[in-house]
């Protein structure tokens, strides 16, 4: 009896894996970060940031005889045009995202015991950080940016259980470190961004994850707990640093309950 009453009042088991999501600016070492996590927790799973399917539309659904064809690098031309092409953008850029989340687990990561999927990005900085920086700049205006948020707003309440993040880990570094960063690996869409433009996304990740003050409308996303890492020197290759940054993560994951 008293077994049963133990089992009845306990915490109920959870279903699925952590779910994380590695956040911060442009080049600031995201890539880099999550092969650490790979390399250290090979059980981990990593759903990368959907950047060639933003690279190379397809047309797909038309007429056209054949495999489906390429019709334009939609991140080079939201580069180089903003004002016409940043609301496409942001629609597509959320629909590849929305698809990463809500994608079956790996059948690998659900044997695993105490499994872990990480994002890089996530549908939420999607709006809150890139789309929200983008109608401050004027790129999106007011209609368009009042039509992404009903449709984000609608299509997050409705998936709400099968998106949620238990966490969010930010990897901050000084806009200065990103752009020299951003022309060491001279990805050829961003070869015209300028520090501006990174200081100003610096500023919404700061805004949010540091002094909370970007207005969020899901509950629980502003309780979600966020692990700060500072990145600014460079961790590729200092055993020491990479050792110290994964322990801050492995406390951070053990911390979630």
């Known amino acids: ?26 080049a600031v070492g995201k890539s880099t970060f999550v092969k650490l996590l790979l390399k250290t927790f090979p059980e981990w799973h990593v759903s990368a940031e959907p950047i060639t399917t ?7 659904g038309t007429p056209i005889a054949g495999p489906p ?18 609301y496409t ?6 629909l590849s995202r929305l698809r990463t989340q809500l994608a079956p687990y790996p059948e690998s990561l659900l044997q695993g015991q105490k499994p872990v999927h990480v994002f890089e990005r996530s549908v939420y900085s999607d ?11 004027r ?5 368009e940016w009042a039509v992404y948020q009903n449709w984000h707003s609608f299509l997050l309440q409705e998936f709400h259980s099968r998106i949620l993040l238990d966490g969010f880990i930010y990897l901050q570094a000084s806009p200065q470190v990103c752009l020299k960063r951003l022309r060491q690996r001279a990805r050829a869409e961003e070869k015209g961004v300028q520090l501006g433009y990174l200081e100003q996304l610096h500023a919404q990740h700061e805004d949010w994850f ?10 629980t996303l502003k309780k979600a707990p966020v692990l700060v890492l500072d990145i600014n020197e460079d961790f590729s290759e200092e ?14 994951v053990k911390n979630l309950g």
Request: net charge positive; glycine share 4%; charged share 20%.
């Open 139 to 143: 790129f999106l205006n007011d209609v």
């Open 89 to 94: 953008f942001q629609t597509f850029s959320f």
């Open 1 to 26: 009896m008293a077994l049963s009453q133990r089992s009845a009042s306990g915490p109920a088991p959870r279903r699925g894996p952590r779910r994380l999501s590695v956040e911060g600016n442009i």
């Open 127 to 137: 709006r809150y950080i890139f789309a929200k920086n983008l109608f401050e700049n």
């Open 54 to 60: 933003w690279q190379n539309i397809q047309a797909v």
């Open 239 to 252: 055993a020491a640093r990479q050792e110290e940054l994964m322990t801050k993560v492995n406390t951070f």
């Open 69 to 86: 064809q390429s019709v334009g690098n939609l991140l080079d031309m939201m580069y180089q045009q903003p004002s016409r092409w940043s």
């Open 210 to 219: 540091i002094h909370k003050v970007t207005e969020l409308h899901f509950e």
